[in-house]
């Protein structure tokens, strides 16, 4: 028989494994962007799953993946990667940035670059 103290210590030494495992398994998604454009501009999520969102900025100018309420709502693997309050990522020109997510909750949330919202660089994002 396991002795209740036993069976904690097993618990609190099999959690760590198990969140590594989630990022270890995260699924890759790419958003490519360009000036002033997402490519895709539609993301599509599954609650609950982990997922390694790389943006990589292919234009001239710096972009951001701004994407207050999901972004929120995510678990984030590394929060240094938020910017300007948690609301988004700051992509600079030629570079790109990894993030680990777990998605949030079902629902339609929205993509901008805060830069170049004006020239329709907007996008969407859905967790199903
Ligand atoms: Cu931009």
């Given at each position: 028989m396991i002795k209740p103290?036993?069976?904690?210590?097993?618990?609190?030494m099999t959690l760590p494994a198990r969140a590594a495992d989630q990022w270890a398994q995260a699924q890759a998604v790419t958003v490519v962007m360009?000036?002033?454009r997402f490519q895709p501009d539609h993301l599509t999520f599954q609650q609950g799953k982990a997922y390694?969102?790389?943006l990589e900025n292919h234009g001239k100018d710096m972009h951001e993946f701004t994407a207050p309420a999901f972004l929120k709502a995510s678990?984030?693997?590394?929060?240094g990667l938020l910017a300007n309050g948690g609301t988004?990522?700051?992509i600079q020109p030629g570079t790109s940035?990894?993030?680990?997510l777990i998605a949030p909750a079902k629902g339609a949330?929205?993509?901008?670059?805060a830069?170049?919202?004006w020239d329709g660089m907007v996008g969407s994002i859905t967790v199903d």
């Open positions: 103290l036993t069976l904690a210590l097993l618990t609190v360009v000036d002033n390694e969102l790389r678990t984030i693997r590394d929060k988004d990522i700051v940035v990894n993030i680990f949330y929205d993509l901008v670059c830069d170049h919202d």
